[in-house]
């Protein structure tokens, strides 16, 4: 290995390890009490060496986004190119990939719906916003293909696929960003799976011929 190669790794380790002491931060403090240096400290890192990654906590709180959405994106191809799925099987195939990216990280699933909803992204570097717009309109536009898919076959109502599949993404997080908030309330109830059950089931029902 060369010495480029080297501090390429380097590089990539020391990036992880912020992105990980930054998950751990926001995970007790929240992201509006955190600090970049409530990170340094957990990553046993100078404030200095942090900005030498991230510009800012913006930055780095939406970064945390991305491995999520890379694995959304697999999951739902998944879905798409199952040849042995039947139309029918297809909202409940959607449905355990969502499920499994939740579990995958459900602090992350959570920092992610938070984030779209936020004034954070107009913080970000033009790179690092992109990167996220992109995965984010691939996701959709595979959940529309897999509806529209439906529809051809005739399984589905004849509506717009992007638009069902806008009403998906819209459902699960809401009921995520719903029912976490409602943990504030009451920690010891955990609705989550149930309601999304119930949600998916309603949407199939509505939108199945």
Do not use: C
Request: glycine share 4%; proline share 2%.
């Amino acid at each position: 290995m060369g010495i480029h190669e080297r501090k390429e790794r380097e590089k990539e380790r020391r990036r992880q390890q912020i992105m990980v002491a930054a998950k751990r931060v926001f995970s007790v403090n929240g992201f509006s009490k955190s600090t970049m240096e409530d990170i340094a400290r957990e990553a046993e890192l100078s404030p200095g060496t942090i900005y030498l990654y991230f510009k800012n906590k913006d930055e780095l709180y939406a970064s945390l986004s991305l491995r999520i959405l890379q694995y959304l994106n697999v999951r739902i191809k998944h879905v798409l190119e199952d040849r042995n799925l039947q139309p029918e099987q297809y909202i409940d195939a959607l449905k355990q990939a969502m499920f499994d990216v939740y579990d995958f990280d459900s602090l992350i699933v959570i920092n992610l719906f938070q984030l779209q909803s936020s004034e954070t992204l107009k913080n970000l570097s033009p790179e690092l916003l992109e990167e996220i717009i992109e995965l984010s309109r691939t996701s959709l536009r595979t959940m529309a293909s897999i509806f529209e898919m439906g529809i051809q076959r005739g399984i589905f109502i004849d509506k717009h696929p992007f638009a069902l599949a806008d009403i998906l993404w819209a459902l699960f997080s809401g009921i995520i960003l719903w029912e976490e908030s409602k943990k504030i309330i009451n920690e010891d109830k955990d609705y989550l799976k149930v309601t999304l059950d119930l949600a998916f089931e309603l949407l199939e029902r509505g939108i199945t011929r």
